[in-house]
């Protein structure tokens, strides 16, 4: 079943990106072995027709492109995010309880469910970073073993349990880590899984895992349920969309920035000059001016991903009374008034085209009038890169759950999509008209 091959190719990767330092690191990976040139910020970049490019910030936001063989029309962007709610492990984490136990003091990273996060296996992975001869360097870790556990309290000592809970993150969200006589501390624990002695650590960044691994289910499988779907499943289908496309008259980019859970405004998020600094790169190396700079965005197009709601089963009058995406119905255009999504007219046209060309299904998405929504990616890179740009996603339940739910149909949706969007590329011919 070719839904049920890509989908476990999706586990895959969602299983070796438990972190966002991880998700980046696969795809630089595999990019390296596409042949794909890495570039770093600090130097200069000698850019040439045809060649096959990517480039890295603070080890979590990734940009990849390829230059077409002759002049180019424009940018063809898809943007999506590696990171997902979770728990960022605290500086001095270890605290000790009755003399008994030690638990891990930690941080809410991102607007996340909490309750599912309670009675199930999680481990701890992210970054180190290491002394060096002559200054410092990054090593991933990821402690690849059940490790803690947020134990919930019995329903005999609060029997309010199952009515409307409020939960203390400091309180009754700390993981179980080990006894309080264990031989191993916390970050012994973490340098040998790093491989590194606990005296050349002098920094980390390191979040809690679900361990739950993905699983196909449903009376005729056709449902997914995974940790981190928001939004590994759109970078998983842009980056498959990337590598499979064909070369066009334009520069295609897939994109993936970090800190969008916590509003992208970091250096590496979606709201820095991440994306415009290297579009300014790509034009000077390959000797545009300014004004040929503006040309190009003129004639571009960014489709952020980032998954959407669907209807709820159980909750469907939270859903709008006239545009209630479904799973497995296809890849997801979202509107808002207020622009908290990019979506217009035209944007969503040009999209639609898009779908149409690659014959995948799409469908509407718009909050309740009377309920406020979260924004994503577009409208802040558009501060940034002033582009056409629609919001879109895939159809998903149980947004920022440790374990989340879509459609397994939805997947290889937006990989075609995606590669339509890369092979295409967009012209302005007057107000408000395209060629595509």
């Known amino acids: 079943m070719k839904d049920r091959k890509l989908v476990e190719e999706l586990f895959s990767f969602i299983?070796?990106?438990?972190?966002?330092?991880?998700?980046?690191?696969?795809m630089k990976r595999l990019l390296d072995t596409e042949g794909y040139h890495p570039l770093l910020e600090s130097n200069a970049w000698e850019l040439e027709e045809g060649g096959r490019y990517y480039v890295i910030r603070n080890g979590t936001s990734l940009l990849a492109f390829r230059v077409p063989?002759?002049?180019?029309?424009?940018?063809q962007i898809m943007a999506s995010h590696s990171d997902s709610p979770t728990f960022k492990i605290k500086e001095n984490p270890e605290m000790e309880t009755e003399g008994a136990y030690i638990k891990l003091n930690v941080e809410k990273y991102g607007g996340m469910l909490c309750a599912p996060w309670f009675d199930r296996p999680l481990s701890v992975a992210g970054r180190l970073i290491v002394k060096?001869?002559?200054?410092?360097?990054?090593?991933?870790v990821n402690v690849n073993r059940d490790l803690v556990l947020i134990p919930s309290l019995a329903i005999h000592m609060n029997r309010k349990a199952n009515d409307e809970q409020k939960y203390n993150v400091q309180k009754e969200l700390l993981p179980l880590f080990g006894m309080a006589d264990g031989k191993h501390s916390f970050m012994d624990v973490i340098a040998e899984a790093a491989e590194v002695r606990k005296e050349e650590i002098v920094g980390s960044?390191?979040?809690?895992?679900?361990?739950?691994?993905?699983?196909?289910?449903?009376?005729?499988?056709?449902?997914?349920?995974?940790?981190?779907?928001?939004d590994l499943q759109c970078v998983f289908g842009s980056f498959k969309g990337f590598l499979a496309a064909e070369d066009g008259e334009s520069v295609?980019?897939?994109?993936?920035?970090?800190?969008?859970?916590v509003g992208s405004s970091t250096k590496q998020g979606a709201a820095s000059t991440f994306l415009y600094d290297t579009l300014v790169r790509i034009c000077e190396s390959l000797g545009k001016t300014p004004a040929q700079y503006r040309q190009a965005l003129a004639s571009s197009f960014m489709v952020s991903a980032d998954n959407a709601h669907a209807v709820h089963p159980n909750y469907a009058e939270k859903s709008c009374p006239t545009n209630r995406p479904r799973l497995n119905g296809g890849i997801v255009i979202k509107y808002s008034a207020n622009q908290k999504y990019t979506t217009d007219g035209v944007s969503s046209a040009l999209f639609r085209m898009i779908c149409e060309r690659a014959k995948v299904p799409y469908q509407v998405f718009l909050n309740r009038s009377d309920l406020q929504g979260g924004s994503t990616?577009?409208?802040?890179?558009?501060?940034?890169?002033?582009?056409?740009?629609?919001?879109?996603?895939?159809?998903?339940?149980?947004?920022h759950s440790p374990y989340e739910t879509c459609g397994v149909k939805?997947?290889?949706?937006l990989v075609r999509a995606a590669k339509v969007l890369f092979e295409s590329s967009m012209l302005e011919s007057g107000y408000g008209e395209y060629l595509i």
């Open 15 to 26: 299983e070796s990106s438990p972190s966002v330092f991880h998700a980046v690191d696969v």
């Open 205 to 230: 960044d390191l979040f809690l895992y679900n361990r739950v691994k993905g699983t196909v289910w449903g009376a005729d499988e056709e449902f997914i349920s995974s940790g981190r779907l928001d």
């Open 410 to 413: 939805d997947t290889e949706y």
């Open 252 to 261: 295609p980019m897939h994109c993936v920035f970090d800190n969008e859970e």
């Open 377 to 399: 990616l577009g409208n802040l890179s558009a501060n940034q890169v002033s582009v056409n740009c629609v919001d879109s996603g895939l159809p998903q339940l149980a947004m």
């Open 69 to 75: 063989k002759k002049d180019f029309r424009g940018f």
């Open 132 to 140: 060096t001869k002559g200054g410092i360097a990054s090593k991933l």
